[in-house]
């Protein structure tokens, strides 16, 4: 089934040039025992320049920063924490808004669009939600040289404007549900050290809100949505996710309560993935968002607010990623196939040969996202280096000794196992690759966030697991005294309660002699 997800999707990617050029320019064609030695002096020079040049396990942050940039995907700004979104990036962005734009659309949800600006009085209404967050709005003051009357914030998440809309748009039960979603920006002015895609100031996301007559239906669309975020995680991604509740101290302080989906670094830190909140109704009373139902009188709506942002880019740049640069999942790959015919022969026909069958698979491979590296200037040891970079799931190998035997080389981006396949059955060998390729990277995460959870049941040993750099799962009272002592001398958070749980034995973790409730995953965290 996975195999025919991938071969139906269909997406453009510009052809991107590599930014060095020049030294290594092999115009005309040469003789192998030529090439074969400049190829190796290239590849050394090309490292240093295309390549990574720091180990993954060395030096995370490093590595990252190097990946997001020599992989296309980002460029810095001129605005400390806010980043250009290249076009290999974005296309992954589109590959993901599509799927979840098409999930909300079978859930009822329709698109719109509101304001960036909010006027202060509006964004203020709602007090409790907005006061922790203060310092990081940013305002408009002015315009020319004149100033406002009224400071205008740029929209750091929507619920108030959207909500002064819904409280006229809803007078009866007749106008319920409502379910609206904007793909939009938002900006955060983070004190943070910024992070492309993972703490940026300006990032991309959705942000869905919905109203209600009950709580019920709420409370399901909370789930509904949430397991739609997981499954764009694991399914897309190849990401596995832990879902659960966040607890009462670290839910969104405008919510009843807050459920999210959680990944894990491979610096050993967890990271939200994406959250959902059940708003109850918080708003629906500030912003007077009331109904008349079926006996005529006016109740409060239910509400709910979900979001999915840019974050889960950086979050799979970093989970997949290994010591060569990017590994994309096909799924959400842009260019999930790259054919990079070898044209060494100094027969002309021969290459031409090459090349005419280099096409005929491009073309065979009519439903998958190809690229044909035909480039003339660079060597195939170079090409090799930068598809690899950019994380492309596999590369197609055709040389003259191929051509003899009707075969081509397919190598895999994640394992780097080579095979010699039968041209008849590319095709078929193609597709079979990118599904075991997305599998695989599924349960390879899967297996390194497994091994990273220990179950820990004191204070001592959720340090022992955190500074290890491992997820703690305790059993906990469900009082945020004995939470907030893990937080100081641990310096790891709550991620959240997971939903599914067996019946937690004996105490809380912390030794304050209550009865464990839950148990709940703690980390260091993004
Ligand atoms: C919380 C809540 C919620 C819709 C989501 O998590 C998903 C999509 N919104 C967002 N939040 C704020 O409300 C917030 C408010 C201000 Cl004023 C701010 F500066 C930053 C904020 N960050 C998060």
Not at 57 to 70: C, L, M, N
Not at 132 to 154: D, M, S, Y
Not at 226 to 251: C, F, W
Not at 442 to 453: N, Q
């Amino acid at each position: 089934m996975v195999a025919r997800k991938i071969a139906s999707k269909k997406q453009k990617v510009k052809k991107l040039k590599p930014k060095t050029q020049g030294q290594h320019r092999n115009k005309k064609p040469k003789r192998i025992d030529e090439v074969t030695k400049n190829q190796k002096k290239n590849t050394e020079a090309e490292k240093s320049m295309l390549g990574i040049t720091i180990s993954k396990a060395r030096d995370f942050s490093e590595w990252y920063t190097q990946v997001i940039q020599k992989a296309e995907l980002i460029e810095y700004s001129p605005v400390s924490g806010c980043m250009v979104v290249r076009p290999y990036a974005y296309s992954v962005w589109e590959a993901v808004q599509a799927f979840l734009d098409k999930e909300f659309k079978k859930l009822g949800v329709q698109n719109a669009y509101f304001p960036l600006l909010i006027p202060e009085s509006l964004l203020k209404k709602e007090q409790e939600h907005v006061e922790g967050f203060t310092p990081e709005v940013a305002w408009v003051t002015e315009h020319g040289n004149t100033k406002f009357e009224e400071r205008l914030a740029i929209r750091p998440t929507s619920e108030t404007i959207m909500y002064d809309s819904y409280s006229k748009w809803i007078r009866s039960y007749r106008d319920l549900p409502l379910k609206i979603n904007q793909w939009c920006s938002v900006v955060r002015w983070e004190f943070k050290h910024p992070v492309p895609f993972l703490r940026t100031r300006e990032f991309l996301w959705q942000e869905g809100h919905t109203v209600f007559a009950t709580k019920k239906e709420a409370d399901q669309e909370v789930s509904d949505i949430l397991n739609l975020y997981a499954r764009a995680y694991e399914e897309l991604y190849a990401i596995p996710v832990l879902r659960g509740k966040k607890t009462d101290h670290e839910k969104f302080a405008g919510a009843d309560y807050t459920v999210t989906i959680e990944a894990f670094m491979p610096i050993g830190k967890g990271v939200q993935a994406a959250s959902a909140h059940l708003l109850g109704q918080n708003f629906a009373k500030p912003f007077d968002i009331t109904y008349l139902d079926k006996e005529g009188k006016r109740q409060y709506a239910w509400q709910n607010s979900w979001g999915f942002t840019t974050r889960s880019i950086g979050i799979m740049v970093a989970i997949h990623g290994d010591d060569k640069g990017l590994i994309m999942p096909p799924r959400i790959a842009p260019v999930q196939v790259v054919i990079v015919p070898i044209l060494f022969s100094n027969t002309p026909a021969v290459n031409e040969k090459i090349l005419q069958l280099a096409n005929n698979i491009k073309k065979e491979l009519k439903t998958i996202r190809v690229e044909l590296d035909d480039s003339e200037e660079y060597s195939p040891g170079y090409k090799f280096n930068r598809w690899e970079l950019k994380g492309v799931p596999l590369r197609v190998e055709i040389g003259p000794k191929d051509l003899e035997k009707d075969h081509v080389i397919l190598v895999r981006r994640d394992t780097g196992v080579k095979e010699s396949c039968p041209i008849s059955e590319v095709v078929i060998r193609v597709i079979k690759l990118l599904a075991d390729i997305q599998d695989d990277l599924y349960t390879k995460a899967k297996k390194f966030l497994d091994e990273h959870i220990i179950k820990a049941s004191s204070l001592a040993e959720i340090k022992k697991a955190v500074d290890g750099g491992n997820i703690a799962y305790a059993p906990w009272c469900s009082n945020y005294d004995c939470e907030a002592k893990v937080k100081d001398e641990t310096g790891a958070k709550s991620l959240n309660v997971p939903f599914k749980q067996e019946e937690p034995k004996g105490n809380c973790f912390c030794s304050c002699g209550k009865k464990a409730e839950k148990y709940v995953y703690f980390a260091r965290s993004y």
